[in-house]
T-cell receptor, first 115, second 110 residues
């Protein structure tokens, strides 16, 4: 099973709202990722958690706050977003570790609209 | 800095008309090159990992090959359901992030 699940599928929020995106995988993968994708562009890396520790933060504005409660779960907390933050938000995971493989498996994404 | 380019940007094929997509890369020590398929509004679907020059992988109508500077995704006798954006990405030996190419939008007409 190579499934990564994401909730919600769609989210509409105002600029003063606080919301969270959730991601879950049960493949025993030790790295999890958040990406942002705009229309007709490739995914753009936001954060990487490796062994439940934040290992990469690609200079993302503080209105995006990641959290990794355990090795299977990844959250992205959203606050005071701007309309330009509207995009498809993708979660991914990879096995890592010695002898592990490095391909990332992506979830279906959350379509976020900021009004 | 790792870089990935893909060509063509868009490709229209008739059903059954075989072709190839190109992914050119520069990377300081290749950990892996990855091909994905992405349908509109959905997450990328993993297709192949290639680790070293000369390696080839096949899956149904798709075959991926790798040299020291580029990778090709060969599509044999495509069907309309092969229409999608095909993304190429590389990972180097020094970090965990993927560098994605801009993608090739493939349309296969019946």
């Amino acid at each position: 099973d190579t499934e990564v699940t994401q909730t919600p599928k769609h989210l509409v929020m105002g600029m003063t709202n606080k919301k969270s995106l959730k991601c879950e995988q049960h493949m025993g993968h030790r790295a999890m990722y958040w990406y942002k994708q705009k229309a007709k562009k490739p995914p753009e890396l936001m954060f990487v958690y490796s062994y439940e520790k934040l290992s990469i933060n690609e200079s993302v504005p503080s209105r995006f706050s990641p959290e990794c409660p355990n090795s299977s779960l990844l959250n992205l907390h959203l606050h005071a977003l701007q309309p330009e933050d509207s995009a498809l938000y993708l979660c991914a995971s990879s096995q890592e570790g010695s002898g592990g493989s490095y391909e990332q498996y992506f979830g279906p994404g959350t379509r976020l609209t900021v009004t | 800095e790792d870089q990935v380019t893909q060509s063509p940007e868009a490709l229209r094929l008739q059903e059954g008309e075989s072709s190839s997509l190109n992914c050119s890369y520069t990377v300081s020590g290749l950990r892996g090159l990855f091909w994905y398929r992405q349908d509109p509004g959905k997450g990328p679907e993993f297709l192949f990992t290639l680790y070293s020059a000369g390696e080839e992988k096949e899956k149904e109508r798709l075959k991926a090959t790798l040299t020291k500077k580029e990778s090709f995704l060969h599509i044999t006798a495509p069907k309309p359901e092969d229409s999608a954006t095909y993304l190429c990405a590389v990972r180097d030996n020094y970090g965990q992030n993927f560098v994605f190419g801009p993608g090739t939008r493939l349309s296969v007409l019946p």
